[in-house]
């Protein structure tokens, strides 16, 4: 079974702080993503990584960038976090070879900024 | 002033029932489709897929119908049980070179015991 890891379930930061919210999968994949869930709204995309090294803009890039040095690990990062960015962030994974396949989520961060 | 969030479509069923779920989708050029359910305090799940080429797909218990025509897409899950009570979102896979997956709103399930 694939397996998601996001490090942390549950953050608290202040306004202008720099965050990072990491993210291990298990499962040799090359597709990774970060998505932001906000009641309502649905699962919106944030960034996503066709492979290592590599990254693309998703729907609601503006106040994050990410990092993938390592295939197994992608990382989000809010240079200066600001209280709109208070959601639940949604790490997942994919093989490429089967682009038409399922998602596999992590369990979440949920991030509070104040 | 007081803030108004926004609330999802809720489904309220009776234990052992049928449920049907149901989702829009907006591109003609998608290729793929997704249910997932999220339990509370996790991520989303799959629960199953279809392709374009297909209008129905049968797993335990679920069944995902497609209407291409209508840019439709239904789940229905047989003798719903407490178990079932989650947020259901349907996705789409795009067909436009690269990898995005668009997600709905999602759907919240409630099973009465």
């Known amino acids: 079974d694939v397996k998601v890891t996001q490090s942390s379930r549950y953050l608290v930061k202040r306004t202008g702080e720099k965050v990072f919210l990491e993210c291990v999968q298990d499962m040799d994949h090359e597709n990774m993503f970060w998505y932001r869930q906000d009641p309502g709204l649905g699962l919106r995309l944030i960034y996503f990584?066709?492979?290592?090294?590599?990254?693309e803009k998703g729907d609601i890039p503006e106040g994050y960038s990410v990092s993938r040095e390592k295939k197994e690990r992608f990382s989000l990062i809010l240079e200066s976090a600001s209280t709109n960015q208070t959601s639940m962030y949604l790490c997942?994974?994919?093989?490429?070879?089967?682009?038409?396949?399922?998602?596999?989520f992590g369990n979440g961060t949920r991030l509070t900024v104040t | 002033g007081e803030s108004v969030g926004l609330h999802l479509p809720t489904l309220s069923v009776q234990e052992g029932d049928n449920s049907i779920i149901n989702c829009a989708y907006s591109n003609s050029a998608s290729d793929y489709f997704i249910w997932y359910k999220q339990e509370s305090g996790k991520g989303p799940q799959f629960i199953i897929d279809i392709r374009s080429n297909m209008d129905k797909r049968q797993g335990q218990r679920v069944t995902v119908l497609l209407n291409k025509t209508v840019k439709h897409l239904s789940l229905q899950i047989a003798a719903t049980q407490p178990g079932d009570s989650a947020v259901y979102f349907c996705a789409e896979n795009r067909n436009t070179g690269g990898f995005k997956t668009i997600f709905g709103a999602g759907t919240r399930l409630f099973v009465k015991a």
């Open positions: 990584s066709y492979d290592v090294k590599m990254k």
């Open positions: 997942a994974s994919r093989k490429t070879e089967t682009y038409n396949s399922p998602l596999h």
